[in-house]
């Protein structure tokens, strides 16, 4: 049995949109199945962690992201609005979205969906609190739009409470964060450490 790299996220990460391509490929090429665990990063885990959201941060902080943010985007060759129209966003609803195309569709549907999440909010300017948005993004996908009511499901809620609980027992504290065997790799910038993990086996 291969490996298992559980994904936790936020869909509204620029981290996680920097690494979402470079983390698919690499999982792909070891051979390794990805769990897709979108948590509730900003509401649950940063109480219990050490985050303090985006707005509430030193201005020395949050203008040093916005440094980093261009350097990564100039460096990955990525389209990026370095403070895109919409955000902050909610990601509640995406995440829950994401969670019923998992459930229903598939791992591999789940982490189509979260990319088209990501792209939405730092490379087209979309807002991806409105539903009608989520569908559309559905449609690009080719999932069934009863996914957007599926996501309403006590179901899908309750998983994403558990995933959120199982974020915080496995240590997590940030987006993206890749565990594997009880290992936590910390943002995309740790991805070749993640590389290396796989390497072993």
């Known amino acids: 049995m291969g490996l298992s790299i559980d994904y936790y996220l936020a869909p509204q990460s620029p981290w996680t949109y920097f690494g979402q391509p470079r983390f698919a490929a690499m999982a792909h090429a ?4 990805i769990n897709v665990l979108p948590m509730d990063l900003s ?8 985050g303090v959201p985006l707005a509430q941060r030193a201005p020395q902080r949050q203008a ?3 440094v980093e943010l261009k350097r990564f985007a100039d460096h990955l060759k990525m389209p990026f609005n370095v403070q ?3 955000f902050p966003v909610a990601g509640d609803a995406a995440a829950r979205l994401v969670i019923a195309v998992g459930l229903s569709d598939g791992e591999g549907a789940a982490m189509a969906l979260t990319w088209a999440v990501l792209r939405a909010v730092w490379a087209q300017q979309r807002n991806i609190a409105d539903a009608t948005e989520l569908a559309a993004l559905l449609a690009e996908c ?21 995933n959120t609980q199982r974020a915080i027992d496995a240590g997590v504290f940030g987006s993206p964060s890749y565990v594997v065997d009880g290992e936590i790799f910390w ?3 740790r991805l070749d450490f993640l590389q290396r993990r796989l390497a072993r086996g």
């Not at 509401?43 to 050490?50: A, R």
């Open 64 to 66: 040093y992201r916005l």
């Open 84 to 86: 895109p129209t919409f």
């Open 43 to 50: 509401g649950k885990v940063f109480p219990v962690s050490g």
């Open 30 to 33: 070891a051979g390794a199945r």
């Open 187 to 189: 943002g995309q910038d």
């Open 142 to 162: 080719g999932l069934p739009a009863s996914r957007l009511d599926d996501a309403q499901s006590p179901a899908v809620q309750a998983r994403y409470e558990a």
